[in-house]
């Protein structure tokens, strides 16, 4: 049974604006998450993490939330640029991966 | 750095016939993990392997299925008989320490099978 769920496996933003990813989890003993960017061809690459112990983590333009409570977590990315485009994956306590949502970002 | 290496990009095959997928992973990194991607099910562990000793197979789907590392700088995905079903792209990861350790992953390229 999927444990990470993202339920959007597509997303359309202009350039500029913000990307809102989001992923649910089921297993409260997660205590770390990771998310994970792949373009087509490579395999997926580490972006950003969190500890459960915090609700927020920025780096750059990325910025991830976590909401313990709903078992929600986001990816905030701004502003999107057009390099952004791909397959976001979110990920919980290492290994256990999401379905991927597909970002596109329209010049 | 050369990352995490798979072979081969590509592998085409006929159904019923063997298929070995193999993986290089990142030297020092002491985890290794085999993922198939699928569109229904994402990225789906395998099985993982810690200091080069199988510690989770549960994910791995048949007995058709079979993983192996024989030392710490070599990994091989083995599917005997394959089936059409098997088609998938099949990544390769390492990471510096075990799992849950809050370690990222380092993703090979991935092997594209088809099975006709």
């Known amino acids: 049974d999927q444990q990470v769920k993202q339920n959007s496996p597509s997303l359309s933003v202009q350039e500029g604006r913000i990307s809102i990813l989001n992923c649910d989890y089921t297993?409260?003993?997660?205590?770390?998450f990771l998310w994970y960017k792949k373009y087509p061809a490579e395999g997926p690459t580490f972006l950003i993490s969190?500890?459960?112990?915090?609700d927020k983590n920025e780096d750059g333009r990325f910025t991830v939330f976590l909401n313990k409570s709903a078992k929600h977590l986001s990816l905030h990315i701004v502003p999107s640029q057009p390099g952004d485009s791909a397959v976001y994956f979110c990920a919980a306590s290492g290994d256990y991966f999401g379905t991927g949502t597909s970002l596109t970002v329209i010049p | 750095d050369a990352g995490v290496i798979q072979s081969p990009r590509h592998e085409v095959t006929e159904m019923g016939q063997e298929v070995t997928l193999r993986c290089k992973p990142i030297s020092g990194h002491n985890s290794l993990f085999w993922y198939r991607q699928t569109m229904m099910r994402g990225l789906e562990l395998l099985i993982y392997?810690?200091?080069?000793?199988?510690?989770?197979d549960s994910g791995m789907p048949e007995d058709r299925f079979s993983a192996k590392m024989p030392n710490a700088s070599f990994s091989t995905l083995k599917i005997q008989p394959s089936e059409p079903r098997d088609s998938a792209v099949y990544f390769c990861?390492?990471?510096?320490?075990?799992?849950?350790?809050?370690?990222?992953?380092?993703f090979g390229n991935g092997t594209r099978l088809t099975v006709t």
């Open positions: 990861a390492s990471s510096l320490y075990g799992r849950g350790e809050r370690s990222p992953l380092h």
């Open positions: 392997f810690n200091n080069n000793v199988p510690i989770d």
């Open positions: 969190i500890s459960s112990i915090k």
């Open positions: 297993n409260s003993m997660f205590d770390y």
